[in-house]
């Protein structure tokens, strides 16, 4: 092992607590599956691991596809349109999606023996710089869960804040949801977070189970908890429609109805599938489905919906949930028009000056 190795390759864990048993066995309370993990063991994201009654972190510092990317290719179609954002994961995730499309980077831990072999090194005062010297507007913590590498993240972020070239970048998670409250509570506390998109997806447990290894309610209690934060936090929803899984009009109803009952202004992604890693037998979504999907979204009262990962003319666009008028206009993850005015620093529609729902 390298020095860059033996210094950052276990690094100490946050939000966990020793329970002073004969195992010298610790409690994670970082994400939902609250592993209890004995000492020389890993917990079921393969990432965290009791040393001596020690919680540490095996991929602080290790980063996987550094990009520079769209907003809207995250997406969030309501915070800060037009930027420009810097990506990037680590190795692992607390869910086993079989659809995963980044499963070579979610369950690399799973397919290499030392996980140094897969990742490269980059520090957060590195991220920091890196971000500075693209110029980009704020960093998103993507691809594989950035829950399970919340450590790495926060201290990106506190890096950012120490220099003045990056201390007004926004950070945003794209996230399984399967955090807890306490990590929240620490997200909020700590002011880390500007924006998260959470993956609803299925509306059943035992899909959940099924499919990716978790459990339907805690997702829900997330997007409950982060809704409640809307102030701080913006909160946009993303489902994947998957053939034979997801797709019928009652899992549409039943996801719509969730959302209605937190907030008919959550921004509602419906993503087509495509084949993947254990569900390559399937086939991509029906285009119908995914129009059928947000026609039953907006029948239940969803304001705005999008229908992504497709060539569906206008399916990316925002419209004024009132008189209809096309707010803004997307192609690619790119903004062709943005016709929205401002009023006392607030986004309206040109047509009937209704209030619309996105941070500019
Ligand atoms: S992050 Fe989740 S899966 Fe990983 S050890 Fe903690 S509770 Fe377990």
Not at 100 to 124: E, G, M, R
Not at 158 to 169: A, G, H, Y
Not at 233 to 240: G, M, P, R, T
Not at 282 to 294: E, R
Request: charged share 25%; glycine share 4%.
């Amino acid at each position: 092992m390298s020095k860059i190795d033996s210094e950052y390759y276990h690094h100490p864990a946050i939000l966990y607590d020793r329970l002073n048993d004969e195992k010298n066995s610790v409690l994670c309370r970082l994400c939902s599956h609250y592993c209890e993990i004995k000492d020389g063991n890993i917990g079921i994201c393969l990432l965290r691991k009791n040393i001596g009654g020690e919680l540490f972190t095996m991929t602080w510092g290790r980063t996987e596809g550094l990009a520079i990317d769209p907003i809207e290719k995250k997406p969030f179609y309501h915070y800060k349109p037009g930027t420009k954002v810097l990506s990037f994961g680590t190795p692992g995730c607390n869910f086993r999606c079989m659809n995963c499309q980044n499963w070579q980077l979610s369950q690399a831990v799973k397919y290499y023996s030392d996980i140094s072999l897969a990742t490269k090194v980059f520090l957060p005062e590195s991220i920091a710089e890196y971000a500075a010297i693209q110029k980009v507007d704020g960093i998103s913590y993507t691809y594989s869960e950035p829950t399970i590498f919340l450590e790495y993240a926060r201290d990106t972020i506190l890096e950012c804040r120490k220099n003045k070239k990056t201390e007004s970048l926004f950070h945003v998670f794209v996230s399984n949801g399967y955090f807890t409250k306490e990590a929240v509570e620490l997200i909020d506390r700590e002011n880390l977070l500007s924006a998260i998109n959470i993956d609803l997806k299925f509306m059943d447990n035992q899909k959940y189970k099924k499919i990716c290894g978790g459990t339907l309610e805690p997702v829900l209690d997330s997007i409950k908890r982060i809704y409640d934060l809307r102030d701080k936090i913006h909160l946009e929803i993303i489902n994947l429609v998957i053939p034979g899984e997801n797709d019928t009009d009652e899992d549409i109803e039943k996801l719509s109805d969730f959302i209605v009952s937190v907030s008919p202004d959550i921004p509602l992604h419906f993503s087509r599938f495509y084949p993947h890693y254990k569900l390559s037998n399937k086939p991509q979504t029906d285009l119908n489905t995914l129009i059928k999907a947000k026609e039953i979204a907006h029948n239940k009262g969803i304001k705005y919906i999008y229908i992504g990962n497709t060539t569906i003319p206008c399916a990316e666009d925002t419209h004024c949930p009132k008189c209809n008028e096309l707010l803004i206009a997307r192609s690619s993850f790119g903004i062709i028009k943005n016709n929205l005015r401002i009023a006392n620093d607030k986004p309206i529609c040109p047509k009937c000056k209704t209030e619309i729902g996105i941070i500019i």
